[in-house]
């Protein structure tokens, strides 16, 4: 069976349509009198509703390109747009959810929920129907008069995503959201991230480094390549959901994938021995 095309024949046919665009965008960092390129030459149309996962070892400019969407580092060339509006800075259509919970610590967890919306000055009776919806949505209601420091990690970061969903972002911007998290933890937050996709209709690029997670969640896979960051692979996922990462076709493109990310991860380990070298 046929588990995943080339995502770029389909995103051309979508790209009139696109929710975000990539054009020839670039990053350059200087680091210690280098000049590091993070990224070169990413060109992605993403149409609305699409769930896209950036995939790929450490340091291939993962972090770098969703921050660059997210309006939080602007590309040294190319541009972003959003609905056909160019990215200057972070904006209200782009959530934004990290590893670390970023949680305030002294608020209790209906309050982090509501915190975006009181500063936004809506009306309260619209934020406590808010809130009440998100805590139900995700299994909150319990706990919604505890303190971060009481959460499990789980727990945490359900609350940093009901934060986004509070302000009702059609764009979510997930940063290795369940990476410190244990695997049945994971495994629930995923299908619930699924859930809540699937009903909201979100736009989401979800950066991970995880093939299985990546094979479990994405409509698309984009695979990066190790300094410069460019696009290695981008294909669609044509497995139907739920996935089972037991299956032979989910085996089969994990095993094509694992290929892949070894390759930009042999460059990661050839380039750090060089520069030890140097150094
Ligand atoms: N502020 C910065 N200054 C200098 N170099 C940077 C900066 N941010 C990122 N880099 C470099 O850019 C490259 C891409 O980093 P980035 O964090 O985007 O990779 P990543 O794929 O997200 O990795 P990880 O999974 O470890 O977060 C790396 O080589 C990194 O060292």
């Keep these: 069976m046929n588990t995943s095309t080339n995502a770029s024949t389909a995103a051309s046919t979508a790209a009139h349509a696109a929710h ?18 993070a990224l070169q030459d990413i060109d992605l149309a993403i149409p609305h509703g699409q769930f896209v996962c950036l995939l790929g070892p ?7 390109l969703l921050n660059a969407v997210a309006g939080f580092s ?7 747009l959003v609905d056909g509006r160019e990215v200057t800075g972070p904006g209200p259509e782009r959530g934004m959810v990290f590893q670390e919970y970023a949680l305030f610590p002294w608020m209790t967890v209906e309050k982090n929920i509501a915190f975006g919306l009181e500063i936004k000055r809506r009306p309260k009776a619209e934020i406590d129907a808010i809130v009440e919806r998100l805590l139900k949505m995700l299994s909150l209601s319990d706990f919604r ?7 499990s990690g789980g727990m945490r970061q359900r609350v940093a995503i009901a934060r986004v969903l509070a302000l009702d972002s059609p764009i979510m911007l997930m940063d290795e ?14 299908d619930e991230l699924l859930r809540i996709w699937s009903e909201l209709q ?9 093939i299985e997670e990546a094979i479990y ?6 695979v990066m390549t190790y300094r410069p960051g460019t696009v290695k692979r981008d294909m669609l996922v044509e ?7 037991a299956a032979p076709d989910f085996n089969e493109l994990k095993r094509e994938l694992g290929h892949l990310v070894m390759e930009e991860q042999q460059r990661h380990h050839s380039d750090e021995l060089r520069m030890a070298a140097v150094d």
């Design 239 to 245: 497995i139907p959901r739920l996935r089972d990462p």
């Design 217 to 222: 969640l994405a409509d698309r896979i984009v």
């Design 20 to 37: 975000i665009r990539v054009n020839g965008v670039g990053k350059v960092f200087a680091s210690e009198g280098r000049q590091v390129v």
């Design 177 to 190: 959201p369940f990476g410190a998290l244990d695997a049945l933890t994971r495994r629930n937050l995923q």
């Design 74 to 80: 602007l590309p040294s060339s190319g541009r972003i």
């Design 58 to 64: 450490s340091g291939c400019g993962k972090s770098t």
């Design 202 to 210: 979100k736009t989401i690029i979800f950066v991970t480094h995880s």
């Design 145 to 151: 008069a505890r303190y971060p420091k009481d959460l």
